[in-house]
């Protein structure tokens, strides 16, 4: 018969894996997980390293204070185990990759604040399928999302209804 097991075993299995994670994973991939625990870019700053607590800050998420135990207990080991490198290393999340995607999605929202509010219904809807199906790494600036846009709907078959 298989034993249920209780959240107390759960968290430690999870904390002996965040733990054995953090003892190897590289900085930035650390600042991932950072930013996956916060579902977004992390505000809170947590895993920034307070010297005058000899601690790292964290939040009321409990997956964030269990990383933070662990970043605590693998950067004050002493060497060769301990990572002293955490302590000028501000684990808050925002990892090169977010910062791209927060510049590509102020990038469409700047396209779509400068379309012209005569456009009809059908002309908005075609733009928003044409801006859907550009992959980001298709462009880098307004300039050239604008073009990827007019290419698209250059490309399109005209509806019968338009």
């Keep these: 018969m298989n034993k249920i097991q209780t959240l107390n075993t759960v968290k430690k ?6 733990l054995e994670f953090v003892e190897y994973a590289s900085l930035q991939e650390i600042n ?18 307070k010297k005058e607590q000899n601690t790292f800050a964290s939040c009321e ?6 990383l933070t135990e662990c970043l605590e ?3 004050t080991l002493p060497d060769p ?14 990892t090169v990759q977010e910062k791209e995607k927060q ?7 700047q396209y779509c604040k400068n379309l012209s509010t005569s456009l009809s219904h059908n002309r908005h809807c075609q733009i928003e399928e044409a801006l859907l199906s550009i992959p980001d790494n298709a462009w880098t600036t307004l300039e050239e999302l604008s073009t990827q846009v007019k290419q698209k709907l ?3 078959k005209p509806h019968p209804n338009n």
């Design 13 to 18: 299995q999870y904390l002996n894996q965040l």
């Design 32 to 49: 991932h997980l950072s930013n996956a625990i916060h579902q977004g870019a992390s505000s809170q700053h947590c895993g920034h390293w």
């Design 61 to 66: 998420n409990e997956n964030c204070q269990m």
């Design 103 to 109: 510049t590509k999605r102020q990038i469409r929202q």
């Design 81 to 94: 185990d301990g990572r002293p490198e955490f302590f000028n290393f501000n684990f808050d999340g925002n």
């Design 73 to 75: 207990l693998i950067a």
């Design 154 to 156: 250059s490309l399109r």
